[in-house]
């Protein structure tokens, strides 16, 4: 039998306070340290290692597998923070938009401001892989895109846009920046053209145009290097020139504010 008065005692002086803690014995040299090697799981991450798929292997790859997989994860783990692939698409879409600056509505520079914000946008989906082909047929919303939503509203209700033509502005905008960034990064190659470089496919249709006969076609002959222009940035530039153009004919004369001239 054994005292349990003393085995208190005991066990009191060896957590007595002022007594150092002795440190763990080292593992032996032979045995390795071993590391799960998992990032700690949350919404921010899933969404990190979507990015890192997309960007590097392209929208076919963007799986709830496959970011489980980047973060050396269980798939199920992820529907704990994302309920589904369609939600984890809108969450990508949302982070991405949080990368465009977004400058101090300035009704002076409506035009000019929303220029800016284009191009932004056009970079930013021909930066991310695919980005832009995740983007067709969503209504994506969060918390980054209802900020250049309303961004995008205060700067053309400043400047004299009716409400109506404001709030259908934003998606006409999107829909051409998008549809313009999908197919920059699908490139330009006729069905019987071959694998062959952009500017070779050009020069292929421009050859086919100006062969035409010119009694029958007077007009295409005539302008093939307007039609085969491979400047991108010139037609970019002339959509979005349309597009606004066309906006600043809604606008109603606000004080202080002068629209631009035509």
Known sequence: ?????????KEAYLIAPGRPAEPDAPEPPWRKQRTSGRKPLSQEAIVDAAISVLDRDGADAVSMRNVAKELNAGAASLYWHVASKGELIDLIIDRAAGELDLPEPDPFRWQ???KEAAHQELELLLRH??????????????PKVVKWLEWSLRLLRSAGIPASQAALFGDLFHVYIGHFAFERSLGAQPAAAGNISVNATLETVRDYLASLPKQQFPNITSMVDEIIDPDVNKRFEFGLDLILKGLESYARPTKGVKTAPA
Do not use: S
Not at 129 to 142: E, K, N
């Open 112 to 114: 000019e401001q929303l």
């Open 1 to 9: 039998m054994y005292d349990e008065d003393e085995v208190e005692k």
């Open 129 to 142: 892989r695919d980005l832009a082909r995740l983007r067709l047929g969503r209504i994506p919303m969060g």
